[in-house]
C-alpha cells in the first residue's frame, strides 16, 4: 500500500536527483535580478510539487500510521532534509556541481509554500480526481 500511493512522489525525488547530477557546464545561465534568477525559481518549484505528491502519498497510506496521522509535518522534514542532501551530493559527488545554500533555501522555500497552500490544491485538483 504504501509505494502505491507514494510512487509519484518517489519518481519524482527520482527526477530531481537526475537533473542535480546534470554537470553543470550543461545548464543554462539565466538571471532576471541577481537575487532572483531562474535556478533558484526552479528548485523552488521542484521542491513544490515533490512536497504536495509526498503529503498526498502520505495521507492515502496506512501502512506507516505516523506518516498517515501528520502527513505535512513528516513530508515537510522528509523533503527539507532531501534537499540539504540533494546539495550536499552535489557538492561532494556530483561533477561541475557545487553545493549552494541558496539553492536549499530555495528548495526549503518550495517546500513550505508547499505545505501552505496544499489544502487548497487538495480541495481544487485531488477532490475532482
Same mark, same amino acid.
Request: hydrophobic content about 55%.
Given at each position: 500500500m504504501f509505494f502505491k500511493y %507514494?510512487?509519484? +512522489?518517489? *519518481?519524482?525525488?527520482l527526477f530531481i536527483l537526475i537533473l542535480c547530477a546534470i554537470p553543470g557546464r550543461d545548464l543554462?545561465? /539565466? +538571471?532576471? *535580478? !541577481?537575487?532572483l534568477n531562474f535556478d533558484?525559481? /526552479?528548485?523552488?518549484s *521542484?521542491?513544490?510539487?515533490?512536497? /504536495? *505528491? %509526498?503529503?498526498?502519498?502520505? +495521507?492515502?497510506? %496506512?501502512?506507516?500510521t505516523a506518516l498517515?496521522?501528520?502527513?505535512?509535518?513528516?513530508?515537510?522534514?522528509?523533503c527539507v532534509i532531501y534537499g540539504g542532501t540533494i546539495e550536499l551530493m552535489q557538492g561532494a559527488f556530483f561533477q561541475e556541481r557545487t553545493a549552494?545554500?541558496?539553492?536549499?533555501?530555495?528548495?526549503?522555500f518550495g517546500c513550505f509554500i508547499g505545505i501552505i497552500i496544499y489544502d487548497k490544491? !487538495?480541495?481544487n485538483v485531488f477532490a475532482k480526481s
Open positions: %507514494t510512487r509519484w +512522489s518517489l *519518481l519524482w525525488a543554462p545561465k /539565466v +538571471s532576471v *535580478l !541577481e537575487l533558484k525559481f /526552479v528548485h523552488a *521542484l521542491f513544490f510539487v515533490l512536497l /504536495v *505528491l %509526498t503529503v498526498r502519498g502520505f +495521507s492515502l497510506q %496506512t501502512d506507516i498517515h496521522n501528520s502527513p505535512k509535518i513528516m513530508a515537510f522534514a522528509l549552494d545554500l541558496n539553492d536549499f533555501i530555495a528548495n526549503s490544491i !487538495e480541495k
